[in-house]
């Protein structure tokens, strides 16, 4: 159970009273769970929005909302004036941060404090102190913190940061001085590489944190990430709430957290937590903050790493295991309080993973995807699973910001039970409409190693070929089902008194009997053959059903298939004496795709199977859109999403190679680099450095060099 009050040392005369109205300076699942526990404390908030955020669920569970700008997050959640003219326009007496935009923005905590309002986080000097990776070090090893081997100095020529490295040994990570959250951080493995990754991680850096400075230490072949929960007050009290294992990673971002982190000895996890509490206390530290360890897997070595100073995207796992409640504890601290509970006082009961679910195709590098929300069904809440959300059906997630969805929080005794309860709980998430990590989610939680706790950054890649098998073919039943819900549905049918089955009776359609052949091909499996499944009406609300896979000349026969809707997207039938319900959910093309395809997704509630099937366009508008396609992808190089371009590498009439950079683009916080597919001369260039760029766009076309060559 989450904290709910203050311990007994708190209550007393000198106990000083909570905000009336606070201000929550962010969106989406962090703005949500902040207002959560100010409802529950009484506090009235307010929130803010980008005009793209107008309907957004932080907006409609405030108690006030206004607009502070345009879409960029420069142009409304960064503008520091708008905000704290709202906190005086409505008498907000604090602002929470949240996490990312403002929340380590030393400049806006000074401010905030000159105008009178207080910050729900640490002091300017803090959040000066440890965001600088350079200054934090050389705090952290004052104060008896171990740390990385490297360079953090102030000078920062490319000749001087690869003589350090040369000093160091390859590999190394160049690391933005300022923030965190992967942004400026690139792994060099030779001299070679060093020249570009250091242009791509100063211009990352400069547009996230307005510092181009980096860093260059050593890079650990073997790594934990492991970072313990601190908590600091305005009497000079530090706590740790233990520690968290974050090392599975994409893109060097978080992906799956858990508390505590699986094999450490008490002794570890004892030195961990009170270096950890050292740090913080060598910056007067007050509020919630994050010390970040590497742990070298082959030594059990541990060395600071950096001080994130806010709260966590990952706080839940640490909420579940010592049920306490973060946020609260920020605001009692914020107003002068002493901590809750005292260090002896804060317990450690069971085990808690946090799954995020972000709007991204893991099997394609896990770039971004935006689009809106057509289908969301979630996993039942209860004491051992939480759920986080900062969108729901029908919200569209937007290429200007993060794209996390939500965040699934399980507890559970021990380690094994609550990875049991992660893996039922996502098998009951489905959405549809955006590309999701939810099945990627599901197979890493039940992945050996996983389960063995054999964890470390580079997991995913180690494990590439077991976390991406192959898709099986879609089973003979959910064809079957497929094809049964585009029966009912073309044709209005079903098993009710209204149904034209049982209404109309022997009624023909063509014939003695209602047959139709559907054919499918899946984008899960082989997409070289189609599937066909041939559905022969019976009698009302019965079927029998044949189906057909060319792929290996198998055929399954189903008689007398008894089948009702549940509703319009649920659908429940008995094959052969075993009843089989399951979701589908229908994502027909846009109305300006070239297509005219139609995606059908099943889930089924009781295997978890889920199967894409997509029924293809008619024979001619296959063709014509073939035709159009090929013409149009001759050497062309096209934006993979909704992105911004950063820049253009190359000049019309240029001959390139293979493999070398064309367009950076940015979308959703992530750079991405396309590079030439073969080598050639650029014939176009159809963007521009700062233009915004939809899906598909054809950006450059490269004329093929034995084309060029009139060959």
């Known amino acids: 159970m989450l904290f709910t009050g203050p311990s007994s040392d708190v209550l007393s005369s000198e106990r000083r009273p909570l905000f009336d109205k606070i201000l929550i300076a962010n969106r989406g699942e962090i703005a949500c769970r902040v207002i959560r526990t100010a409802k529950k404390l009484g506090i009235k908030t307010v929130a803010v929005y980008s005009e793209v955020d107008r309907n957004a669920l932080h907006v409609l569970q405030a108690d006030e909302a206004y607009c502070i700008g345009p879409a960029p997050s420069s142009e409304s959640y960064l503008r520091v004036d708008k905000i704290i003219e709202i906190c005086h326009r409505t008498g907000a007496q604090a602002v929470h941060p949240g996490y990312g935009f403002l929340s380590e923005n030393a400049g806006f905590a000074q401010r905030l404090s000159d105008e009178g309002i207080t910050f729900i986080g640490p002091s300017p000097t803090s959040i000066r102190s440890m965001g600088s990776k350079s200054e934090s070090k050389d705090i952290m090893i004052s104060a008896g913190v171990p740390c990385v081997p490297g360079y953090h100095g102030s000078e920062q020529s490319i000749e001087k940061l690869v003589e350090e490295a040369e000093q160091i040994g390859f590999p190394v990570l160049i690391k933005a001085v300022m923030g965190g959250g992967g942004k400026g951080m690139r792994i060099v493995h030779n001299a070679s590489e060093l020249p570009d990754a250091l242009e791509s991680a100063k211009r990352e850096a400069i547009k996230s944190f307005g510092d181009d400075r980096v860093l260059v230490e050593k890079y650990i072949i073997r790594p934990r990430h492991v970072e313990v929960q601190v908590f600091g007050d305005q009497h000079g009290n530090v706590v740790s709430l233990w520690e968290r ?28 937590c009170s270096k950890a509490v050292a740090a913080a206390k060598a910056v007067n530290y007050l509020g919630a903050g994050t010390v970040e360890f590497i742990l070298d897997n082959d030594t059990d070595k541990f060395y600071f790493m950096e001080m994130n100073t806010r709260l966590q995207v990952e706080h839940p796992v640490t909420e579940m295991i010592t049920g306490q409640d973060l946020v609260q504890w920020q605001l009692e601290v914020a107003v002068g309080n002493s901590l809750p509970l005292k260090q002896t006082e804060i317990p450690m009961l069971g085990h ?48 200007f910001y993060d794209p996390l969805i939500a965040k699934l929080v399980v507890h559970g005794r021990d380690r094994t039970e609550a990875l049991r309860i992660l893996r039922k709980a996502l098998e009951e998430y489905h959405i549809v409409g955006v590309s999701t990590n939810v099945e990627f989610l599901r197979t890493l939680a039940g992945n050996g190693q996983f389960i063995e706790g054999n964890v470390e950054t580079g997991f995913i890649q180690k494990y590439h070929d077991d976390l991406f098998p192959s898709h099986p073919a879609p089973s003979p039943e959910t064809l079957a089902q497929a094809a049964l819900h585009v029966v009912l549905r073309e044709n209005q049918v079903g098993s009710g008194p209204y149904s034209p089955w049982t209404s109309l009776g022997p009624l023909r359609f063509g014939g003695d009997v209602y047959e139709r052949i559907i054919t499918f091909k899946s984008e899960q499996g082989s997409t070289a053959t189609h599937p066909a499944v041939h559905v022969k009406f019976v009698r009302p609300g019965v079927f029998d059903i044949e189906v057909s896979d060319p792929a290996n000349t198998s055929r399954t026969e189903f008689r007398s298939v008894t089948t009702s809707r549940l509703s319009s997207s649920a659908l429940a039938s008995t094959f052969d004496g075993r009843r089989l ?10 109305a300006t795709g070239l297509t005219g395809e139609e995606k059908l997704h099943v889930f089924h509630e009781h295997s978890g199977e889920r199967t894409t099937l997509v029924i293809p366009a008619p024979a001619w508008l296959q063709a014509r859109s073939s035709a159009l396609q090929e013409a149009q992808s001759q050497g062309g190089i096209r934006a993979p999403m909704p992105s911004l371009v950063v820049d253009v590498r190359v000049e019309i009439g240029q001959t390139i190679e293979a493999g070398q950079a064309v367009v950076v683009l940015e979308s959703m916080k992530t750079e991405t680099v396309l590079r030439a597919a073969v080598a050639g001369v650029v014939r176009s260039i159809n963007c521009k450095k700062g233009e915004m760029v939809e899906e598909g766009r054809e950006l450059v076309l490269i004329e093929a060099e034995e084309d060029a060559d009139g060959k």
Request: contains cysteine; aromatic residues 4%.
């Open 245 to 272: 294992d974050c090392s599975v990673q994409r893109r060097h971002q978080k992906i799956i957290e858990e508390a505590p982190a699986p094999g450490l000895s008490t002794e570890l996890r004892s030195d961990l």
């Open 352 to 399: 808690s993973f946090e799954a995020r679910i972000y709007a991204e195709n893991p099997r394609n590098n896990f770039l971004p995807d935006v689009g809106p929300l057509l289908h969301v069904s979630t996993p039942t809440t209860s004491p051992s699973v939480r759920l986080e959300e900062g969108f729901r059906q029908g919200h569209d997630v937007e290429v």
């Open 581 to 590: 319900r399951s979701t589908i959910v229908s994502e027909k093309p846009p």
